[in-house]
């Protein structure tokens, strides 16, 4: 199976990132789009897949794929290596700033 994302909300362009067999649960990767934007993907130990943007909107520094995973009221989330801000894997809000975001992306497997 492979795992897709959609980054152009403009159009129904979903792109094959990686095989799923190639992600650990709880553990992130980060993935080039054709726009020179990079995703962090997610897969929980539920199976369930997320994408979110990898840039940390604090830092600048492409490094949410290496965050750690946990939830926080029965959200999902991942939160930054560097200084630890949670950001939710459905929503892309910071769960402790709520002025900040990051991009999500809609993602299927097939």
Not at 30 to 36: I, Q, T, V
Not at 46 to 67: H, K, M, W
Not at 75 to 104: H, I, M, N, W, Y
Request: with cysteine; glycine share 10%; hydrophobic share 45%.
């Amino acid at each position: 199976m492979k795992l897709e994302l959609s980054h152009d909300t403009a159009a129904d362009a979903w792109i094959a990132v990686c095989e799923t067999s190639r992600l650990t649960p709880g553990r992130g990767v980060a993935a080039l789009l054709p726009d020179g934007r990079q995703a962090a993907l997610f897969v929980d130990r539920a199976g369930r897949a997320y994408a979110i943007e990898n840039r940390d909107p604090f830092t600048g520094a492409q490094v949410l794929s290496r965050g750690l995973l946990g939830s926080a009221g029965g959200r999902p989330f991942v939160a930054s290596p560097l200084l630890k801000q949670r950001f939710d894997l459905e929503t892309g809000k910071c769960l402790d700033d709520d002025e900040v975001a990051v991009a999500v992306f809609p993602v299927r497997t097939v």
